[in-house]
């Protein structure tokens, strides 16, 4: 007994010694880029602007960035106009319903298809108008925006996927300047890369519970204007019914 003793105090100077999990160079790492995330510096820091420009800035210029130089390099059509402001959406509001990736693809997938069956009908109608080979202004066209405006408005507010940007891709699609399907798969294709960016940045650099489809409606509540909602708690026409109703109770 008394041997053993010995043994357990002679090993407990070497347990004492044994570096905590907390020192170690990967913990301090893991740390640090975890005080660097979005999410911790909104909460820790009075310049929430500056912190979120920062962060859309990088975000948006190295996911267009991306995908510009796979543009390039596989010369295959990923740039279109309607991901700008997409991007916008994605990186600035990344927590709201318009910027899940549900939303986002299905409401482009629903406007190119509104643009498409718009040309083809019209078209169909209208051959001597020539909308698949020319894209002039002419009635059957304006018909076809029309009617692809329409169509893309009300799929997106009828399967509750509302993403403003997709309207654009219905138009340029109705306008006549996808005149061939690899196009339309590239517009699609780009918009899928661009959420693949958005859930790696927002959760990596962001620190952000981006959804994997559909978004959390706990979100609007918790995380204010990544969702969407204003930080401002009153409005000026919310503070000017209060005092007007103030002075009516005096």
């Not at 008394?2 to 913990?27: C, M, N, V, Y």
């Not at 083809?120 to 109608?125: M, R, V």
């Amino acid at each position: 007994m008394k041997a053993s003793g010995t043994r357990l105090r002679e090993t407990d100077p070497i347990r004492t010694h044994q570096q905590a999990p907390q020192q170690s160079l990967l913990f301090r790492l893991v740390a640090f880029l975890a005080h660097l995330q979005m999410d911790y510096l909104l909460r820790c820091t009075s310049h929430r602007r500056g912190v979120a420009m920062a962060f859309v800035f990088l975000e948006g210029a190295v996911a267009l960035g991306i995908i510009s130089t796979a543009a390039y390099l596989t010369r295959f059509p990923l740039l279109f106009p309607p991901l700008g402001p997409s991007a916008f959406i994605l990186f600035r509001t990344p927590m709201s319903p318009r910027a899940c990736p549900r939303t986002v693809i299905l409401a482009h997938t629903l406007a190119v298809a509104s643009g498409w069956l718009s040309v083809q009908l019209f078209s169909l109608i209208f051959p001597e108008a020539g909308l698949l080979d020319d894209p002039s202004l002419n009635w059957p066209r304006i018909a076809a925006l029309s009617l692809s405006m329409g169509l893309s408005s009300a799929s997106m507010i009828a399967l509750g996927c509302s993403h403003p940007p997709a309207a654009a891709s219905a138009l340029i699609v109705s306008m006549g300047y996808m005149s061939n399907m690899l196009q339309i798969v590239g517009l699609l294709l780009a918009v899928v890369l661009l959420v693949a960016h958005a859930f790696v940045f927002n959760r990596l650099l962001g620190g952000l519970p981006y959804p994997l489809w559909r978004s959390d409606p706990k979100s609007l509540q918790r995380f204010g204007a990544l969702a969407g909602v204003s930080d401002q708690r009153s409005t000026y026409w919310g503070e000017l019914a209060t005092r007007i109703f103030d002075r009516r109770s005096a």
